[in-house]
């Protein structure tokens, strides 16, 4: 299974990467949303988005909107937002936008393992 981080804080990437990558998923990633819709384009076997909020360039809402307009993409993969906007208005409003499932920063390795298993996404702890 593959993972795409889209996070602006390289700090992210690489833990993230590193919970993935030791959940069994292949990893590529990006610093914002502008990079993950190229990587959508590149890698359209991604089968989880891990995705921030705020970064510069396109943020986490507005690639999601994007992600879920493009046809090719309508339905899958899903997306996991994982960002310090967990107030319920912009939970609300990313859940409406397509997002499957939300991680309160700070992460760690359960939660991010509890929310792909509620995705219904497979992978070994
Ligand atoms: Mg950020």
């Given at each position: 299974?593959?993972?795409?981080?889209?996070?602006?804080?390289?700090?992210?990437?690489?833990?993230?990467?590193?919970?993935?990558?030791?959940?069994?998923?292949?990893?590529?990633?990006?610093?914002?949303?502008?990079?993950?819709?190229?990587?959508?384009?590149a890698?359209?076997?991604?089968?989880?988005?891990?995705?921030?909020?705020?970064?510069?360039?396109m943020?986490?809402?507005?690639?999601?909107?994007?992600?879920?307009?493009?046809?090719?993409?309508?339905?899958?993969?899903?997306?996991?937002?994982?960002?310090?906007?967990?107030?319920?208005?912009?939970?609300?409003?990313?859940?409406?936008?397509?997002?499957?499932?939300?991680?309160?920063?700070?992460?760690?390795?359960?939660?991010?393992?509890?929310?792909?298993?509620?995705?219904?996404?497979?992978?070994?702890?």
């Open positions: 299974m593959k993972a795409l981080i889209v996070d602006d804080a390289k700090v992210v990437r690489v833990a993230l990467g590193r919970i993935m990558n030791q959940l069994g998923f292949e990893t590529v990633d990006a610093a914002d949303g502008q990079q993950a819709l190229d990587q959508m384009a890698h359209p076997d991604v089968d989880v988005v891990m995705l921030d909020w705020n970064m510069p360039v943020n986490g809402y507005d690639f999601l909107v994007a992600l879920r307009a493009m046809p090719e993409h309508g339905s899958n993969p899903k997306v996991i937002m994982v960002t310090t906007e967990t107030g319920m208005p912009q939970m609300l409003k990313a859940l409406a936008a397509g997002a499957d499932e939300y991680v309160m920063k700070p992460f760690d390795k359960d939660m991010i393992f509890g929310k792909l298993q509620l995705v219904g996404l497979e992978c070994s702890e």
